[in-house]
Nanobody
């Protein structure tokens, strides 16, 4: 599975961006999808995840109520709608996927087998 993330850019605080992650090489309808981010000098952190059928979403406390993860299995894609952006949201955002298995954590990077290249989001204060 190859993942291509896009949609990052420069935005003012309070603004919005929509990130996209398109998969190729295999249908991801049985795969969980997630977004992580990594700010300069910090470890990669969980942002949001969605189950294979879109039935359940998970969010980091820091983005809950502002970010929305979604997916379109027909397009082999996942999205992250980011609203009310803050300067502290500045980071490289990565999409990731793993084949769904019962008991696999959705929020730790080690659960994910495939990663996109990252897209930079910069929020100016």
């Amino acid at each position: 599975v190859q993942l291509q993330a896009s949609g990052g850019g420069l935005v003012q605080a309070g603004g919005s961006l929509r990130l996209s992650c398109v998969a190729s090489g295999r249908a991801i309808s049985n795969y969980a999808m997630a977004w992580f981010r990594q700010a300069p000098g910090k470890e990669r952190e969980f942002v949001a995840a969605i189950t294979w059928n879109g039935g359940t979403m998970y969010y980091a406390d820091s983005v809950k109520g502002r970010f929305t993860i979604s997916r379109d299995n027909a397009k082999n894609a996942a999205y992250l709608q980011m609203n009310s952006l803050k300067a502290e949201d500045t980071a490289v955002y990565y999409c990731a996927t793993h084949e769904s298995h019962i008991g696999t954590s959705m929020v730790v990077p080690s659960s994910y087998d495939y990663w996109g290249q990252g897209t930079l989001v910069t929020v100016s204060a």
